[in-house]
C-alpha cells in the first residue's frame, strides 16, 4: 500500500531554514490525480495547510506563508519537499506530509499521511 | 480564507452512544468538506469525504450530511476506539482550511 514518510532535523535554529522530505513508497508519484501536500500542526491545536505541488511542478500555497515556503519534487526519488524559510519559535509543529487524492477533477481528499515529524524551532 | 467552526469544542459520551458534532463554513462550500479523526500522537486519518461518503474501510457508524455551509457528523454508537479528535475541512477554496476540532471522550 502506499506510505509516506517526513525526514528532516527535528530541531531548526531561528531565523534559518526549515528543511523537510517526504518520500512516497507503494506508488510512483507521477500518478496523475494526487497532489503532494505539507500541513502542520501546532502542539495542542489544530491544522494548518501549508501547501501542495503536482508531479507537473504546479504549486500553490497558503497565502500567509507564500512569501517564505518552496515546494519541489523529484520525481526520480519519488519524493517532495518543503522548505520554509526564516523560521520563528511559533514555526514548532509537528509537521506532515499526505497525499490529496482529486477526483473529478474537483474532488479532494487527504486521504494518506505521514506520521508527521516534529519539528522545534530554538536556538 | 473559509473560517471552519465545529461545536461543541469537547464531549464526553458513553459507550453506545449517538454523538453529533456541527460544522459550519464562513460561505457556501456546496459539499466540498471532509471530515478526519485524529489519535493522540498519530496522523489524521480521513473518514467522510465529500459531505457524506464514507472512506473505504472505515465502519457504517460514521456518517456525515449537509451542504452549503452547515454540516453533521454523527457516529451512531460510540465505540472505545472512537476516542480521538474530529475535524471538518473544507476544500472549495485555496487555502484549505480545517475546523478548530471537537474532542471526544468518555463520560
Known amino acids: 500500500q502506499v506510505q509516506l514518510q517526513e525526514s528532516g532535523p527535528g530541531l531548526v535554529k531561528p531565523s534559518q531554514t526549515l528543511s523537510l522530505t517526504c518520500t512516497v513508497s507503494?506508488?510512483?508519484?507521477?500518478?496523475?490525480?494526487?497532489?503532494w501536500t505539507w500541513i502542520r500542526q501546532h502542539p495542542g491545536k489544530g491544522l494548518e495547510w501549508i501547501g501542495d505541488?503536482?508531479?507537473?511542478?504546479?504549486?500553490h500555497y497558503n497565502p500567509s506563508l507564500k512569501s517564505r515556503v518552496t515546494i519541489s519534487i523529484d520525481t526520480s526519488k519519488n519524493h517532495f519537499s518543503l522548505k520554509l524559510s526564516s523560521v520563528t519559535a511559533a514555526e514548532t509543529a509537528v509537521y506532515y506530509c499526505?497525499?490529496?487524492?482529486?477526483?473529478?477533477?474537483?474532488?479532494?481528499?487527504?486521504?494518506?499521511w505521514g506520521q508527521g515529524t516534529m519539528v522545534t524551532v530554538s536556538s | 480564507d473559509i473560517q471552519m467552526t465545529q461545536s461543541p469544542s469537547s464531549l464526553s459520551a458513553s459507550v453506545g452512544d449517538r454523538v453529533t458534532i456541527t460544522c459550519q463554513a464562513s460561505?457556501?462550500?456546496?459539499?466540498?468538506l471532509n471530515w478526519y479523526q485524529q489519535k493522540p500522537g498519530k496522523a489524521p486519518k480521513l473518514l467522510i469525504y465529500?459531505?457524506?461518503n464514507l472512506e473505504t474501510g472505515v465502519p457504517s457508524r460514521f456518517s456525515g450530511s449537509g451542504s452549503g455551509t452547515d454540516f453533521t457528523f454523527t457516529i451512531s454508537s460510540l465505540q472505545p476506539e472512537d476516542i480521538a479528535t474530529y475535524y471538518c475541512?473544507?476544500?472549495?477554496?485555496?487555502?484549505?482550511?480545517f475546523g478548530p476540532g471537537t474532542k471526544v471522550d468518555f463520560k
Open positions: 499526505a497525499r490529496d487524492r482529486r477526483q473529478h477533477l474537483v474532488r479532494h481528499a487527504f486521504d494518506i
Open positions: 507503494g506508488d510512483s508519484i507521477i500518478s496523475a490525480g494526487y497532489y
Open positions: 505541488i503536482y508531479y507537473s511542478g504546479s504549486t
Open positions: 460561505q457556501d462550500i456546496s459539499n466540498y
Open positions: 465529500d459531505a457524506s
Open positions: 475541512q473544507q476544500y472549495d477554496n485555496l487555502p484549505r482550511t
